[in-house]
């Protein structure tokens, strides 16, 4: 009989979490859009201040985004590694990017650290609860998002 080696959770040390805001493409962005028209049909309330929205986003003071989760993990050679893992959608930055974008990314990766958290426990990491939220946040701009928050 052929011994075999059962693999239990892998205890990490979490470094950081974090996303990489990409910029949503013209369909993804005509999506987004959409959604948010048809959820302000559903609130005439806030239908005002979608409408302003909408109208600046086509002014290039709003651009749509994806958040891309991940957490830095310290790996089995001693080295900071990046778990990818879910994505984020209906995300809006302000143009200028400054605090309030980090602060809105922040906000919309805290709604989502629960999966975050089961994906990472699926991958074989084990991670106490809220042990995500009490980390650093950081957020990264992919190159598309650099430029054309610089553009405008």
Do not use: C, K
């Not at 011994?3 to 999506?31: C, H, I, K, S, W």
């Not at 048809?38 to 005439?44: F, I, L, N, R």
């Not at 109208?55 to 651009?63: H, N, Q």
């Not at 930055?93 to 994906?119: G, I, K, M, S, Y």
């Amino acid at each position: 009989m052929e011994a075999t080696e059962t693999m239990g959770p892998r205890v990490t040390d979490l470094v950081r979490v974090g996303a990489v805001a990409r910029l949503v493409g013209v369909t993804g962005a005509q999506d987004q859009v959409r959604a948010l028209r048809e959820a302000v049909d559903h609130s005439p309330p806030e239908r005002e201040e979608a409408e302003e929205l909408v109208a600046d986003y086509e002014r290039g003071r709003w651009l749509p985004v994806r958040l891309e989760l991940f957490a830095d993990l310290v790996g089995d050679e001693g080295r900071v590694e990046r778990f990818d893992s879910i994505h984020v959608e209906g995300v809006w930055f302000a143009v200028p990017h400054d605090a309030n974008n980090v602060r809105h990314a922040r906000e919309a990766a805290d709604q989502r650290f629960e999966a975050l958290q089961e994906h990472l426990v699926q991958e074989g990491f084990e991670i106490a609860p809220g042990q995500l939220e009490a980390l650093p946040f950081v957020l990264d701009l992919d190159d598309r998002l650099s430029e054309a928050i610089e553009g405008n």
